[in-house]
């Protein structure tokens, strides 16, 4: 069992950056886990952000912005998130499988409670 939390969020203006970060707690080891981020805004559906494991990929609308990282001595994985616009605004989840890669909501098992980002114009 994988248990995720994330943290970070915040309301910031366009331009700004923030770094968010998904624990997880108890004994598992989530290194050998492909860890995802994906976001949700008001009135739409899930959608995939980032991955890490194995390979390292994003979504096209925040390539170049968004850089995905994991800290296996820490058990966590952080999204640092820069040059942010207003249509990032969502709620991010940090997602786990435990297999790398994929970036679909129904293949993820492990989901944290998400964080609020808001980015103001």
């Known amino acids: 069992q994988v248990q995720l939390v994330e943290s970070g969020g915040g309301l910031v203006q366009a331009g700004d950056s923030l770094r968010l970060s998904c624990a997880s707690s108890g004994r598992t080891s989530i290194t050998n886990y492909g860890i995802a981020w994906f976001r949700q805004a008001p009135g739409k559906e899930r959608e995939f952000v980032a991955v890490?494991?194995?390979?390292?990929y994003y979504a096209d609308s925040v390539k170049g912005r968004f850089t995905i990282s994991r800290d296996n001595a820490k058990n966590t994985v952080y999204l640092q998130m820069n040059s942010l616009k207003p249509e990032d605004t969502a709620v991010y989840y940090c997602?786990?499988?435990?297999?790398?890669?994929?970036?679909?909501?129904?293949?993820?098992?492990?989901w944290g409670q998400g964080t609020q980002v808001t980015v103001s114009s």
């Open positions: 997602a786990a499988r435990s297999y790398y890669g994929g970036h679909l909501v129904y293949e993820y098992d492990y």
């Open positions: 890490t494991g194995g390979s390292t």
